[in-house]
């Protein structure tokens, strides 16, 4: 028994959306700024850092859109150079040791009405409790939030990685589909 060259076809497409809606359940998981832990400057957060590994620090600022038809006016409610005005210490509570920070600005996200801007790098080698600790003197208290993202660029990679390979097996699918069916064709002139 042969099976038709467009199964190929209508597999692709399942495939495709199947592939587009696991990869978006990744970003709605991977992505909830609401999740991550969080420390308001000046002031002190105990985290609970379940994953060993790279972890980033964000200095998270909110951003007011207006969108009238063919305007969009944004206004960005953010101190700039953060990183000068805020001092920061990440301690592991169960060696009171300290973790060694590295500036890092080159990261950014933006999430429905929230933008960030990274400030630091820390990696820890297990899982456990830890400390944040902040305090600036001239920026004003309680307005400042810092949060915690565990192994930022490789969440976005496996995002980017989800969907590649979805794009790569539809696409497979159908190229072999299109090859059967002028397979098929060519051997029906043929006789």
Do not use: C
């Amino acid at each position: 028994m042969k099976i038709p060259w467009y199964i190929g076809i209508i597999v692709a497409i399942i495939v495709l959306i199947v592939g587009i809606l696991i990869t978006a359940f990744n970003v709605n998981y991977l992505f909830k700024t609401e999740n991550f832990p969080y420390v308001f400057v000046p002031g002190e957060n105990d985290l609970e850092l379940e994953q060993p590994g790279e972890y980033t620090i964000f200095y998270e600022y909110e951003i007011d859109q207006l969108d009238i038809g063919i305007f969009e006016m944004k206004r960005t409610l953010k101190y700039n150079h953060v990183i000068d005005q805020i001092k920061v210490s990440v301690i592991d509570l169960e060696t009171r040791n300290e973790m060694l920070l590295t500036p890092q600005q080159s990261l950014t996200y933006s999430m429905n009405d929230v933008e960030a801007s990274s400030l630091y790098d820390f990696t820890i080698e297990s899982s456990g409790s830890f400390r944040i600790n902040t305090d600036t003197e001239s920026l004003p208290h309680d307005v400042i939030k810092l949060t915690v993202v565990h192994d930022f660029l490789g969440s976005i990679i496996s995002v980017f990685v989800s969907m590649g390979i979805t794009i790569l097996v539809s696409t497979l699918l159908v190229t072999i589909s299109i090859f059967i069916r002028f397979r098929s064709k060519r051997r029906r002139v043929n006789r």
